[in-house]
């Protein structure tokens, strides 16, 4: 078998040699860039981060809009999932091909969708208007129009994630519950919330790294002042012309998605153990 | 009780589609209105838009353009993803977690960070604003979703039919070209929809590297809908829609897509 196995690392080399140069290496040059400024090391640009409200306030309101967005998208991913899971089998596949359909769609025309239906003169503000007349609603260039997009993008992944641990879930464990007499709603706390948690958590280390790194969220539905950490990276290389600034900022934001991604990573494995 | 209670939950479900589906088929309608973005529902009926649509010669290079890279990018893509996989199940590699998480670490680093190393990278070697350096950077955001797919697929492999191969005197390239390749095409294939999808779509990495003369199609979009205001992108829009429910009905009844859209 010694040839064959040969043959494999052969390619799989190939393939790490690609990944090192076009990926790693890029990637090492962000940091580089970042503390390498006018030929001489510095930590200024992370220093001018995190001390200058110009910088940490987007630092804080990203983190914000990505937390709260997850927590949404958690809610109605969870009941969403709860949803399918408890249809009959041939009608699940049904089910999950609708909710994660936009998936397929571009990004860009999604949120242009969000933008007739939140505009000033789409149909949300028409409902409006007729419910409650006077008051316009306006949420189009709003963080809010931000959290909504946030959502409904990372909306499909938190389903299927929580689809697929709620689906793993041994049926005989709530038949056993039910007939010793736990109520449903007891079996649901005691038995399916508990095994589907890292579903769970892997739903919202999903839904977290989207939504901090979302670049094209704020600037097709948020105002001017809703702009995140990855437009910041972005106008301070192509608008202000600061490499090292923009460097620094994206590197931070990688910094923070993969501490929240490893913290998640440990709650769902300890999750799996104890299931 | 249990009546009313059920429809509530109906009621619920129903809205979440609709908070779902909505933004998508709003488009549709939008797209027949003669030229009001924005404003629902629309005055008249008119296929002004997809007639201009046909005329509009920046949005069709621009979609040549996409089309053409999203077809580079997705075959060495696949072939990297491919080399990937073997090397990771079946090579002897060191370090497989850590080379697994290199193979699928585009997925993890933000597209911005991703992006602003790529500009970093391509600015010496003149490749800022070529299609070659728009494939390139699309090799490696797109590659890990066909990492994963073969990934999965590999590890339910059955060895034993290799090395029948070559025990009967196949040499590796035979065994592989005859015995593994045709049996991992259909996951191949699936995962290089999703990769050709992902391509087509990539704003963020692409808006560090495109010039006037490389606008990719989410690019031009953006632009029509944000800074000149052009209602001919409506009913690209809305073709977009239209097929994309078509080739999800197709992916989900040929391969169960959704089984390969986990992180």
Redesign the interface.
């Known amino acids: ?1 010694g ?14 040699a ?3 140069a ?6 090492l ?2 940091v580089y ?1 970042s503390v390498w400024v006018n030929g001489g090391f510095t930590l200024g640009n992370y220093v001018k981060i995190f001390s200058t409200d110009l910088y940490s306030k987007v630092l804080l309101k990203t983190l914000w809009v990505s937390v709260l967005s997850t927590l949404i998208a958690l809610f ?1 991913g969870y ?2 999932a709860y ?1 399918i899971a408890t249809r009959p089998a041939h009608k699940q ?1 049904f089910w ?22 939140l ?5 949300l503000a ?1 409902v409006w208007e007729g419910a409650f007349g006077g008051g316009e609603l306006s949420l189009l260039f709003s963080q809010t129009a931000v959290v909504i997009g946030i959502v ?1 993008f990372v ?3 938190v389903v ?2 929580i689809y ?1 641990s709620l689906n793993r879930l041994e049926p005989s464990l709530l038949e056993a519950s039910t007939m010793l007499g736990a109520s449903r709603l007891r079996t649901f706390w005691q038995i399916t919330f508990p095994l589907s948690l890292p579903g769970v958590f ?1 739903g919202s ?2 839904a977290f ?1 989207l939504a ?2 979302t ?2 969220v704020p ?2 539905v948020g105002g001017p002042a809703d702009t995140l950490l ?1 437009n910041m ?2 106008n301070s ?2 608008t202000i012309g600061n ?1 090292g600034m ?2 620094a900022l ?2 931070v ?2 910094v923070i ?2 501490a929240v ?1 490893l913290v998640m990573g440990r709650l769902e494995r300890r999750g799996h153990i104890a299931s | 009780m249990r009546r009313s209670w059920t429809s509530l939950v109906y009621l619920y479900i129903l809205a979440i589609v609709l908070f779902i589906l909505g933004p998508v088929l709003i488009i549709i309608p939008q797209s027949f209105s003669g030229g009001d973005m924005f404003s629902f529902p629309p005055a008249e009926f008119s296929l002004a838009q997809y007639q201009k649509l046909l005329q509009d010669e920046r949005i069709l290079a621009s979609l040549w353009l996409s089309l053409s890279i999203g077809a580079a990018s997705t075959v060495l893509a696949g072939l990297i993803g491919l080399c990937a996989a073997l090397g990771i199940v079946k090579g002897n590699l060191p370090a497989k977690n850590l080379l697994e998480s290199l193979f699928l670490g585009p997925l993890i680093v933000p597209l911005v960070t991703t992006g602003i190393g790529f500009l970093i990278l391509f600015v010496p070697l003149g490749l800022v604003g070529s299609p070659l350096g728009i494939v390139l950077a699309h090799t490696v955001v797109i590659s890990p979703y066909v990492v994963r797919i073969l990934i999965a697929t590999l590890r339910h492999f059955n060895p034993v039919q290799e090395e029948a191969a070559i025990v009967h005197g196949a040499n590796s390239w035979y065994a592989f070209r005859t015995v593994v390749l045709p049996q991992l095409l259909p996951a191949l294939l699936s995962g290089a929809i999703l990769a050709f999808l992902v391509s087509l779509d990539e704003y963020t990495v692409t808006v560090f590297l495109a010039q006037a003369d490389t606008v990719t199609i989410p690019i031009r979009i953006y632009q029509y809908v944000s800074l000149d205001i052009n209602p001919v992108v409506t009913a690209l829009a809305s073709l977009t829609v239209i097929l994309s429910f078509g080739l999800i009905v197709l992916l989900e009844k040929r391969f169960k897509i959704h089984k390969y859209l986990e992180m």
Do not use: C, D, Q
Request: aromatic share 16%; charged share 10%; net charge positive.
């Open positions: 078998m040839k064959m196995m040969r043959f494999y690392s052969i390619l799989g080399w190939l393939a790490v690609y990944m090192a076009l990926f790693l290496y890029p990637l040059k962000v860039t109605i009941t969403l949803f596949g999950l091909m609708l909710i994660i359909s936009p998936m397929f769609m571009s990004l860009t025309i999604r949120l242009f969708g969000w933008m007739i239906l505009s000033k003169e789409g149909p028409r409904h909306l499909p992944f299927l994630n697929t892997a280390s999903i790294a901090a790194s670049f094209l600037i097709m990855a990276a972005y290389i192509v490499l923009g460097a994206s590197f934001l990688l998605i993969v991604l």
